[in-house]
């Protein structure tokens, strides 16, 4: 078949939000997302990583089904949808949904007035997907609504607030069960915790929800149902730059364009072959789209079973499944359970809906959730070709163990038959994933057993796994030797011993260490040994015993419930002003436009003419001489430009902050992989990328090349200074102690995952060389400094700009400078506007994050649990460039105690130089590693002498008036209050005992619950860095424009400065605007970092207000009646200026670190959280049950804004302490570039119930109206979690009498849980000799 001749330019047809598009020259390489943002302008669908796995793109697809007369709505990451699929499809985006133009619709308006967006780059992926839901379903049930949520995250909120505004759709209403005066939180009244204070638990008013009303959506474009009925269907061919798409229509064209073109994929959901073209640089020619084709959607139910189409969506194919365990005897539907258990986790509902059966089948070899449950069930692969058709059992293709054999490239898979199971019959799936939800697995498995009728006799077994080698993989050997046996014991142990030989696993390329493979592999064949047993039981209760009740709740996996919640907060006194807002929980003043997708970000400013796209090309070498850069291919790339090095910087490209540089461009030798070596600027996004990957660079590798802490340590490799920080006498209480301990912890990196990736836009204005420059950041000021420094030119020309950040957690300060600088020089060299967008992969392996840590410790303490001496020393990865490693070393050292007073105590803190990506400032700085160093050796402490470790807390915590470790006065009073209202509200004792009453029922699964306390000290360190100044004008209409130097990242610093401008002016926030943040209105802003946002420009707008009224007091005082546009119209008449700066000089803070004392904070954040989780010791997977947090911070400006910030800083501590890992190869470079490899919390991962209650009484003399800066304590807050995991732990091991002492590094992963509940398996491992492969991945 040849190309020739249907080559004509094919018009594509669909429907966006109602509108008709007709593209002419649609390009099968274009995907939706790119063509909604830059095509048709429509940018409220984001990019925040383009393969499928974060759900910022989230829109819906509806078609139309004319033989069933049905239109189907469904989810979809845009990020993935070529265009070219879209053939008589509607789009619904964000925009179309609803807008503040037209109409809010009822899922943006409650999302927003929940307080479900804080950066709001998530939200309106959020809206599509709740949206979808409600399209299907208007009254959805709590699960559905989970399940619909499973594929989105969430960086900055935490998902509660989202899943408070999605439960006002469901069906039934979620309590939370706290029936104390018979009340809950759906009542949404006033909570009756606190007696004596008036609080409030009312964050939203349901009263103010439009009603849903399904009769008001969009419908289906008539004209599309038209085309599907009527037009007579033909072969679609679209030709693009590089590709042709060819969707053919009859079974006959399609074996025929197979035969002619074997090499080219049949594209269906893309969710496989577009993440290989754009991540692993694979191209194809020639596509074909077969999902029109109905033999490839066939649904036959026959005698045996059900043969679905290849190319139904694994959505259609759960949707099927469902339906017929309704309709068949159980029995029957065994295989069908055990498949439809793998679906309900196999990525989010985004990939369900779009991905196929068949590709499932076809391209997953390893990770496939599918293949080894079909395979071992028996399942029949229907294949053909031209003139050639055959049915063959899935196992087959598995059989030669390279997973590459039997199907030819010629073949197509036309439809899968899944057979019924049989009476004596046992079918199960397993599957253990670095998160529970939308991840891939690390290893599955599918079983299947048959018995003799009416006996235990094994007939037939069949065991799977995936994720353990390069393909799925069968147990032949142990199967076959196994039939004839007993299901007992003895055939138990033989199996896993023969079942470990026979899957040999050499070492992983995915980081996943070998023995934890392993020890999944033989546990999974354990549950499904008990499961089995268990079900031999009910089927003759007198010969089978069954398996002892506390082994059954194993049998039970976790699963993601609709969380209830409940905050509580000091209500305002009841004389305040009704008008006046500090203290109410105001919405997020972007809130709406969040949700509806009209918030402006970086790349949502519509394009400059002329404007070029920059793609960067990095180092690929930790540790090298640059020998030659080889520009000649990438310039020869379509729509390329030029090409930009450290040679067309005009001025700096070396930034001296201390005595090594910070640098733009790499000049002659690269220091880490990852480092930018020069960028392409082109006219497309994509050429500019494709001409980056084709720039070659020579290399010499240099010596030595660091890594690791340990590494740098070897060849004292560490950024000056090295800290120290000594009181009492250590040396001599340590001959005085009755114990001493000694350990050592590592606790990973982190990466911000911010969802906004790093994102410039530089326009040269053309004259004077003035620059404005629209960018991502936290620091306008240094963005400027920097640009300016790089072309040297003065500050006073370059403008800087930022409306919002969507996310930033301390990534976006030097990083975005750096970033800035390249973009500004592309600029100047090309005289056009550049734009700079990393993608999630760049972002991640150029700008570093959070510092992998090692805390070294010997702790002296007494028999009853007194803490005399501690001696410990701090190693960070700093990577290779300065940034703020030294700072992050010394405020480590300066919150090292957490809250507990240590009489004698030395500590060191050393910042790393390695040649791995410069980390930099993340939420907590430094706090959330060695507070938690300080958390594991007081669990060390209590192992040893046999005390709990809440009461070594309790002993050791600061008690009254005293004095830190650096001499600074602190009043403990409300660390106290907050740890005992948190056991209190945790009911901590009880839950206790009933965690013991649990875990004595039960064997392999085991709770643990923890309660920690919190000193956060709140401080920059010196007074300059504190200041801020605001800018408030009153214009003659009496409307308000305000700014100041904080940024909007999510934190909602905007609002709560209207909210002061509000109070201070006396009049509504309506009437006050904040349009952005600029070097032009308020120069030489210091960063919005440390919690210290709202503290310091509340202070400026503040004092600006006050100098404005103060200038309006006289027009007031004489027409006292007047109104506020009276006054200003007044005040302008009579020449007042309506325009006034607000300024606040800073904290009067100050450290000597010489003499080791001095005042370096200005106040104390108090909190405590208690946490229970459950873990299962067969797999290390767990569960977050409960957390109740206490949370001191002041008076609240905003409770809901504050509450927000508590939670979702607590949920990233989760993350920080429990799940999230990156993986560097030994080479240096980082695995884990994208959310399909680094797992941050999702909805499964947020506790069941989560309470959070703000300290009532707690003044604040310090900070604007009494309030505390909130925005990075409650992180540290997640180590309740890792240290409830370690009291299960603990429980286990105790129960199997092992070793008291053991060490946990963070993240506390479901690997690590599994190796130290250890146990048969484990030891297994142990003499297994394969077992000691050498690990792919280097711990840093
Ligand atoms: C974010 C994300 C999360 C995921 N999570 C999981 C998970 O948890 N578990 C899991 O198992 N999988 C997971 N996947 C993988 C996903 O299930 C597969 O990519 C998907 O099923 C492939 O189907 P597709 O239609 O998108 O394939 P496509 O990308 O369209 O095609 C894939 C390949 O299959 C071949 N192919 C497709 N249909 C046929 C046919 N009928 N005959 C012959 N060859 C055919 C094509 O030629 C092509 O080579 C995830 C994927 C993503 C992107
Ligand atoms: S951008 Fe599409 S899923 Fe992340
Ligand atoms: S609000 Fe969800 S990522 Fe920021």
């Known amino acids: 078949m040849s190309l020739q001749g249907a080559a004509g330019p094919e018009e594509l047809i669909f429907y966006v939000n109602g509108r008709k598009i007709i593209e002419k020259n649609a390009d099968p390489e274009q995907m939706l997302l790119s063509y909604l943002r830059k095509r048709l302008r429509l940018t409220g669908t984001k990019y925040g990583c383009g393969g499928g796995g974060c759900g910022a793109c989230t829109v819906m697809i509806s078609t139309y089904e004319p033989a069933l007369k049905k239109i189907r709505h469904y989810s979809a990451n845009a990020c993935l949808l070529p265009i070219c699929s879209l053939y008589g499809a509607a789009v619904t985006t964000v925009e179309g949904v609803g807008s503040t133009k037209t109409r809010v619709h009822p899922v943006q308006e409650r999302l927003a007035k929940c307080h479900g967006s804080q950066c709001g780059f998530c939200t309106p992926g959020m809206v599509m997907s709740i949206y979808t839901l409600l399209r299907n379903h208007p009254e959805p049930t709590s699960e559905q609504m989970i399940a619909a949520l499973a594929g989105n995250l969430c960086r900055c909120t935490g998902y509660r607030p989202i899943l408070d505004a999605c439960k006002t759709f469901c069906k039934e209403s979620i309590c939370c069960q706290r029936k104390t005066n018979e009340k809950c939180c759906l009542d949404q009244e006033d909570d009756p915790f606190d007696k004596e204070e008036k609080v409030s638990t009312r964050l939203f008013s349901t009263d103010e929800f439009q009603p849903l009303d399904p009769t008001q959506e969009l419908i289906f474009p008539p004209e599309l149902m038209r085309m599907a009925e009527n037009e007579p269907k033909r072969t679609l061919f679209f030709h693009g730059e590089r590709m042709t798409w060819i969707s053919p229509v009859s079974f006959d064209e399609l074996l025929d364009l197979k035969a002619a073109y074997p090499k080219a994929p049949l594209l269906v959901g893309n969710t496989s ?184 006799t094994i007939k037939d077994l069949s065991i799977f796994y995936g994720g353990a080698v390069s393909t799925t993989v069968c147990a032949k050997q142990t199967c076959r030797t196994l039939i004839g046996r007993h299901w007992n014991k003895q055939m138990l142990d033989e199996a896993c011993r023969l079942v470990l030989k026979e899957i040999a696993l050499p070492g992983s390329d995915n980081g996943e260490k070998v023995d934890y493979k392993k020890t999944l592999i033989v546990s999974f064949f354990y549950r499904f040994f008990l499961e089995v047993s268990q079900s031999l039981k009910t089927m003759d209760p007198c010969h089978y015993p069954g398996i002892p009740m506390e082994y059954r709740s194993v049998l039970q996996d976790f699963k993601t419930k609709m969380p209830q919640s409940i905050q509580i907060y000091q209500d305002t006194e009841l004389s305040q002003s009704p008008q006046d807002p500090v203290g109410r929980p ?91 070596v020069c960028a392409v600027v082109a006219d497309s996004d994509d050429h500019a990328k494709q001409a980056a990957a084709k720039v070659k660079i020579g290399y010499e590798v240099l010596e030595p090349v660091i890594l690791t802490i340990e590494e740098a340590i070897q060849h004292n490799s560490f950024f000056e200074p090295k800290r120290k920080l000594e009181q009492g006498n250590v040396d001599q209480a340590f001959e005085t102690v009755d114990n001493i301990i000694e350990g050592e912890i590592h606790i990973g990196g982190q990466e911000h995952f911010y969802i906004e990736t790093q994102s410039v836009l530089v326009v040269p204005k053309g004259e004077d060389n003035e620059m404005d420059v629209y960018v991502s950041t936290q620091h306008p000021a240094i963005i400027q400094e920097m640009v300016a420094a790089s072309l040297g030119v003065p500050a006073n020309r370059i403008m800087c700009h930022v409306k919002r950040v969507g996310g930033a957690f301390g990534g976006k300060l030097l990083k975005a400078g750096l970033l800035a600088s390249v973009a500004a020089v592309a600029a100047n060299k090309t005289s056009r506007a550049v734009r700079l967008i990393l993608s999630r992969g760049d972002d991640m392996l150029i700008t570093g994050g959070r510092h992998p840590f090692i805390g070294k410790y010997k702790v002296g303490f007494m028999n009853d649990g007194r803490i005399r001496a501690v001696d410990a020393k701090y190693y960070i990865n700093g990577g290779c460039t300065p940034d703020e490693s030294v700072l992050v070393a010394e405020v480590s050292l300066l919150k090292m105690d957490n809250a507990y007073k240590i009489p004698n105590l030395r500590c060191w803190a050393y910042a790393c130089k390695t040649n791995l990506p410069s980390n930099t400032a993340f939420r907590g700085f430094g706090f959330p590693q060695s507070a938690l160093v300080t958390e594991t050796w007081i669990t060390g402490v209590a192992d040893k002498i046999g005390l709990s470790p809440e009461k070594i807390r309790e002993i050791n915590m600061y008690k009254e008036n005293e004095q830190t470790h650096f001499k600074q006065k602190l009043d403990p009073q409300n660390l106290i209050r907050c740890w005992n209202e948190c056991m209190e509200k945790s009911a901590y004792y009880s839950r206790k005992t ?25 401080g920059l360190g010196t007074r300059y860095l504190s200041q801020a100044a605001a800018l408030v004008h009153i214009y003659t209409d009496g409307s308000v424009l305000l700014t100041h130097g904080g940024i909007e990242m999510g934190q909602g610093i905007h609002t709560k400065m209207i909210q002061v401008a509000s109070r201070e002016l006396n009049i509504p926030m309506s009437c006050i605007h904040f349009c952005e943040t600029s070097t032009t209105t308020v120069p030489n802003a210091c960063a919005s970092v440390g919690s210290a946002g709202t503290d310091v420009n509340g202070m400026a707008v503040k004092d600006a207000c006050q100098t404005l009224l103060k200038r309006l007091q006289p027009i007031i005082n004489k027409n006292p009646k007047g109104t506020w546009n009276d006054w200003i119209k007044e005040a302008f008449e009579q020449s007042v200026s309506l325009s006034a700066t607000g300024y606040f000089r800073g904290y009067n803070e100050n450290m000597d670190w010489e003499k080791g004392e001095g005042q370096p904070f200005t106040y104390f954040l108090y909190g405590a959280a208690c946490s229970e989780i459950e873990i299962n010791c067969l797999t290390g997977d767990h569960k977050n049950l409960r957390t109740d947090i206490v949370m001191d911070i002041g008076c609240s400006i905003n409770p809901a804004v504050d509450i927000g910030q508590i939670e979702g800083a607590f949920v990233q501590g989760i993350g920080l302490y429990t799940m999230e890992e990156l993986k560097y190869s030994p080479e240096g470079v980082l695995c884990t570039r994208g959310p399909d490899q680094y797992k941050i919390p999702a909805v499964c991962d947020i506790p069941e119930q989560l309470s959070v209650s703000l300290l009532s009484s ?23 979690v890792f240290f409830a995991l370690r009291d299960a732990i603990t429980r286990v091991r105790n129960e199997r009498g092992l070793k008291k002492t053991f060490a946990l590094n963070s993240p506390l992963t479901a690997e690590q849980i599994r190796a130290s509940c250890a146990d048969d398996f484990t030891e297994m491992m142990a003499n297994n000799e394969s077992a000691s492969s050498t690990p792919q991945t280097t711990s840093v």
């Open 273 to 456: 072959v577009g993440p290989e073209m754009k991540f692993r640089g694979v191209f194809h020619p020639i596509v074909i789209a077969p999902a029109r084709i109905p033999d490839l959607n066939m649904v036959k139910c026959t005698d045996d079973g059900l043969t679905l189409g290849a190319a139904c969506s694994l959505s259609l194919v759960k949707d099927i499944l469902t339906n017929a365990m309704a309709e068949f005897p159980e029995e029957k539907t065994k295989v069908f359970s055990a498949v439809l258990q793998q679906l309900r986790t196999l990525g989010g509902e985004q990939i369900r809906n779009i991905a196929s059966l068949g590709g499932n089948i076809i391209s997953r070899k390893s990770t496939s959730d599918l293949n080894p449950i079909l395979a071992a069930s028996n399942c029949m692969l229907n294949l053909a070709s031209r003139g050639r058709k055959r049915q063959i059992p899935l196992s087959d293709i598995f059989a030669d163990g390279v997973g590459n054999n039997t199907v030819t490239p010629e073949e197509i898979l036309v439809s899968v038959h899944i057979p019924h199971s049989r009476k004596g019959e046992y079918v199960s799936a397993f599957r253990q994933a670095p998160r529970r939800e939308n991840a891939l697995p690390v290893t599955n498995a599918g079983m299947r057993v048959l018995f003799e009728e009416g006996t235990d």
């Open 586 to 676: 105001i919405m997020h003043q972007s809130g709406i436009k969040h949700a509806t997708g009209e918030a402006v970000y970086v790349d949502d400013l519509p394009s400059v003419d002329g404007e070029l796209f920059l793609a960067v090309v990095t180092s690929s070498r930790a540790h090298a001489k640059i020998v030659s850069i080889d520009t000649s291919e990438a310039l020869k790339g379509p729509g390329v430009f030029d090409i930009v090095t450290a040679q067309d910087v005009p001025a700096t490209n070396e930034f001296y902050y201390s005595d090594d540089p910070e640098i733009i461009f790499a000049r002659n030798k690269v220091i880490c992989v990852g480092q930018i």
């Open 994 to 1018: 009933a965690v013991n009453e649990f875990n004595i029922q039960n064997h392999w699964k085991k709770k643990g619950i923890a309660i920690v306390p919190m000193k956060f000290p709140f």
């Open 1258 to 1280: 707690s003044q604040n003399p310090y900070a604007i109206y009494a309030s505390k800066g909130i925005g990075e304590a409650g992180l540290f807050l997640g180590c309740s």
